[in-house]
């Protein structure tokens, strides 16, 4: 704002909008948290249909969360690398073409507001004042014609550990029953209700950070997880038999 007039900066400054801005964190969290609650919730519905104690449930479990999570976290990180490697191709490729070419890059320019419904004698001035700044045009050409946002350095690693450590806070919920009951087709009941619930609250937090109708939202999460636990714990009878 180092060049708005101080009325507008005045205004600016009174008026604080209230956005939600931590999309990506959610979403990472979301990942996390929906397979924790479901993979080894059906994965300890399945042993328990095959009749195992509780204590290798809950050994196969805690080995299937510690995988889980490494697993899910080096594919965050592996993500994010991805996207900042894009990032940084296209930011170089841009770059030049504004050196080699910069009419057509000029006119991409005017092509992009006269979408947004802005005359040429409108927009002339805004096209000759991005030319006399490279940098703002280029941020200009990444962020309109390209559709992309200068990704954070850390959110490769804040990637991988949030999505890491949801995995493991939604995938200990189902095993928590096997703890304490001794006898797996008892700890499998307990499981499933406390994982339902636990999936009911999560699938109504997910509606309302995303957006969406919590309570449907919520129903799905839940129903999700039961079709899984319901498969796992059905094909293991089915093979025991």
């Known amino acids: 704002m180092a060049n708005l007039e101080p009325e507008k900066r005045t ?10 801005t931590a999309g990506e964190v959610i979403r990472d969290i979301i ?3 929906s397979d924790g609650l479901t993979v080894p919730f059906a ?6 249909g095959a ?32 996207e900042a490697d894009h990032y940084s191709r296209e930011l170089r490729r841009e770059q030049e073409e504004i050196v080699a070419v910069p009419d057509t890059e000029a006119a991409e320019v005017a092509e992009i507001l006269a979408e947004y419904g802005i005359e040429p004698h409108e927009y002339a001035p805004v096209v000759a004042a991005l030319r006399k700044r490279p940098q703002a045009w280029l941020d200009f ?16 690693v804040q990637s991988a550990l949030t999505i890491a450590i949801a995995y493991i806070i939604g995938g200990l919920v189902p095993l928590v029953p096997y703890m304490f ?11 499933v209700f406390v994982t339902l619930i636990a999936l009911l609250l999560f699938g ?12 449907i939202s919520a129903l799905q999460t839940a129903l999700i997880g039961a079709i899984a636990s319901a498969a796992a714990f059905g094909i293991a009878r089915a093979v025991q038999t």
């Open 11 to 20: 205004l600016l400054n009174h008026h604080k909008e209230k956005h939600f």
């Open 204 to 215: 109504f937090a997910k509606g309302h950070f995303t957006g969406s109708r919590p309570f």
């Open 43 to 48: 994965l300890a519905a399945g042993l328990s």
């Open 31 to 33: 990942i996390g948290v």
């Open 141 to 156: 050409m990444m962020k309109f014609e390209l559709g992309l946002e200068k990704p954070d350095p850390r959110r490769a």
């Open 51 to 82: 009749n195992a104690p509780s204590s290798i449930v809950l050994t196969a479990g805690l080995a299937e969360v510690a995988a889980g999570a490494i697993s899910m976290g080096l594919g965050g990180y592996l993500a994010a690398r991805s």
């Open 181 to 191: 009951i001794a006898r797996a087709q008892d700890a499998v009941i307990a499981s």
